[in-house]
């Protein structure tokens, strides 16, 4: 039994990874327009979670929102076109990655960060008004929880009682901000001073986060509802959004760094080396979250590499699939291309 | 005069303003990052970065500015001011009256608009009618390097809250980063003159709420701001040569708006097209409008705007976004007879 859930997880990780590369393929194609944010490194956190949600559960999702659509079970190709800015696209086009929705599988994202704490809270209030059974998850990043509106909501839903899985994300960077250089206190306190209880877990380890969140939903939902938080750590593999100027080596240039630092008008010098170390060291120890230790994806499949029968089966079912959904894809972008 | 792109004319003014002002100082999200040349050369206490708790630090910093400092902070898109916006709408913009004008706010507001890179309508917005619909607040919205540089001076010194945008279009650092991303697959309908241009040796600030005339003509005025402004442009060279003689004025600033200026263009053309990238409906289109029936004056008048949610796909953005067939289209229906 635990073994087929570690099975579950790893297809539906994969499933999203493979589907995130193909995204940035045509990202670098230059066919998907603007900002792309991934969730690569994220998907132990979103499939130990979805994976276990019932038909009528709602998710808000912030901008990384691949992996919980294509984990939640949206068509791959209507959500390809999306990105594709198709009229066929699971927003006609109109949405792109930031503002994806589905009103059958109650699957609402957003660009603001913060939002998808009240947008959670809301629908897990319809659900409890309309007296459904059903929960709501919330999406959100560490950088999030510094927004009013997110603290705000737990607030309300705590008071209100409803059924609310508030799901952080954890990677310590808000874009380039190191998270915890503008957070003051932890996070489990916080939630806790809302009169939520809260949960650590690895968000690295999907098989920890499917445990916890298995306890944490069967006590949110049913009669006594309540809101509870998990705080997840991860990374973010492709950086804040792809072509990050933190990951790309070019777009960090020293040398006119140091052309600030030695300009003679401005702070003290010790002042002005000081910088230049935090931003060096920012710029590091994002890269160094790119190591395969910190996968989710490689450390689940290294718990699975004894059976390489059953690995490999999965892997080749799962790439026949993503390579099925970019030719149907290709085949109406080619044909209908353009509005 | 030397030549500069936009955005580092912006970096230049506020490099000035800021060694010869210790009071100012720059907050917001990353802007270790973002400002990362002001951060070197002037430490964390003057460059601060700060948490995603917009409603927080630009609430703070009207307060910061009503106790003597001369705080810049910064939105990333003005998108998100909607987070911050009791800040504006209920603070700085108030202060100054219910104090019997005893004590003023000056804040400057700083953040990036505009659209044309496929971003859709959570980040593309203009939103400037919005914000200058508040009495107390002005709005600032350069459209080349030389004024970027003496607006931000501008800003600097006025003394009540100023809301600075910067169009992504035109500042280089913006569009690289939410844009292309380090892509070479990607192009961009950037107006040259607006991304790079010459600048003075030093800074000085351009007046409050004065607009520009940047091309004279007799038969169309062409009203307009930001990006647009070059799309104005590129158009009255295209009607120049089909006979009409076309004015552009660049109005730098929404609010306060300089009336004088369009009143007396539209009085020696007798027609007038506003091209506004911000939302059609109640906005700057319909002031200007209404702000030329107010004298009285007899007019021909239309309007190109942005008249829906901006959409995500790239063709149908730039249909929904002014351009410059639209402008041309728009001037030949009005003046055909």
């Known amino acids: 039994m635990a073994e087929m859930v570690e099975w579950q997880l790893y297809e539906l990780m994969l499933r999203s990874r493979r589907f995130e590369e193909a995204v940035t393929e045509l990202w670098e194609e230059g066919k998907i327009f603007g900002e792309m944010h991934l969730g690569t490194g994220e998907e132990a956190i979103i499939a130990g979670i979805v994976s276990q949600l019932i038909p009528g559960d709602a998710i808000a999702t912030d901008h990384r929102s691949t992996p919980p659509f294509i984990m939640r079970g949206i068509d791959p190709v209507a959500l390809m076109l999306e990105f594709l800015g198709h009229p066929k696209g699971l927003c006609s086009g109109m949405g792109g990655h930031m503002h994806l929705f589905s009103k059958e599988h109650l699957l609402a994202s957003s660009g603001i960060v913060g939002s998808s704490g009240p947008s959670a809270t809301g629908f897990a209030l319809a659900s409890k008004y309309k007296k459904t059974n059903n929960i709501a998850v919330a999406f959100f990043g560490e950088g999030a929880m510094n927004q009013g509106m997110m603290l705000e909501s737990l607030n309300l839903a705590s008071t209100m009682k409803l059924p609310v899985l508030f799901v952080c994300k954890d990677n310590n960077w808000a874009i380039t901000t190191r998270s915890s250089d503008v957070t003051g206190g932890t996070l489990l306190e916080r939630a806790k001073g809302f009169g939520i209880e809260g949960v650590e877990v690895d968000g690295l380890d999907a098989k920890a986060v499917w445990k916890t969140a298995n306890e944490m939903i069967s006590s949110i939902r049913g009669k006594k509802s309540k809101p509870l938080f998990m705080h997840a750590r991860c990374v973010h593999r492709a950086g804040h959004l792809l072509g990050d100027s933190l990951i790309r080596p070019e777009r960090a240039p020293v040398s006119p760094l140091l052309k600030s630092v030695l300009s003679r008008k401005g702070a003290r010098i010790d002042k002005k080396i000081g910088g230049l170390g935090n931003v060096l060291s920012m710029i590091s120890s994002v890269k160094a979250q790119l190591k395969d230790s910190q996968d989710p994806l490689k450390i689940l499949r290294k718990k699975l590499a004894s059976q390489e029968e059953q690995l490999s089966k999965i892997e080749s079912s799962i790439q026949i699939e993503i390579d099925n959904t970019m030719k149907t894809t290709m085949e109406i972008y080619q044909q209908e291309g353009s509005l | ?337």
């Open chain 2, 1 to 337: 005069m030397k030549r500069m792109g936009f955005a580092d004319a912006i970096e230049s003014a506020l490099k000035q303003a800021m060694i010869e002002d210790p009071s100012l100082f720059i907050m917001g999200e990353d802007v270790h990052g973002l400002r990362v040349n002001l951060y070197l050369q002037f430490g964390k206490d003057r460059v601060k970065t700060t948490p995603i708790s917009e409603s927080a630090f630009v609430g703070a910093a009207v307060t910061a500015a009503m106790a003597g400092l001369r705080p810049i902070v910064e939105v990333m898109f003005i998108d998100f001011i909607g987070v911050a916006m009791d800040a504006l709408l209920n603070h700085a913009s108030k202060t100054y009256f219910f104090s019997g004008e005893k004590w003023n706010v000056p804040v400057v507001i700083r953040a990036s608009c505009g659209g044309g890179y496929g971003d859709a309508g959570q980040h593309e917005q203009s939103l400037w009618g919005w914000l200058a619909h508040v009495p107390g607040l002005s709005v600032v919205v350069p459209s080349n390097p030389a004024d970027a540089g003496r607006l931000m001076l501008s800003a600097i010194i006025a003394d009540h809250p100023v809301v600075y945008l910067e169009h992504k279009l035109l500042a280089d650092y913006l569009l690289d980063s939410v844009g292309s991303g380090g892509r070479t697959t990607v192009s961009f309908d950037v107006p040259e003159a607006g991304k790079e241009g010459e600048v003075p040796e030093r800074w000085e600030p351009l007046p409050l709420g004065k607009a520009n005339c940047l091309r004279e003509g007799s038969d169309l005025s062409l009203v307009s701001l930001g990006v647009s402004v070059h799309r104005c442009l590129e158009a009255a060279e295209e009607l120049d040569a089909m006979g009409i003689s076309t004015e552009v004025i660049d109005l730098r600033w929404v609010s306060p708006i300089d009336i004088d200026a369009i009143f007396k263009s539209v009085s020696k053309t007798g027609a007038v097209i506003v091209v506004d990238e911000d939302y059609k409906q109640f906005g700057l289109s319909g002031e200007v409008c209404a702000l030329l029936a107010e004298r009285n004056l007899e007019f021909r008048y239309d309007r190109v705007c942005t008249e829906t949610t901006i959409p995500y796909n790239r063709d149908l953005e730039d249909k929904t976004l002014p351009n410059v067939q639209r402008i041309v289209d728009t001037a030949r229906r009005m003046l055909k007879d």
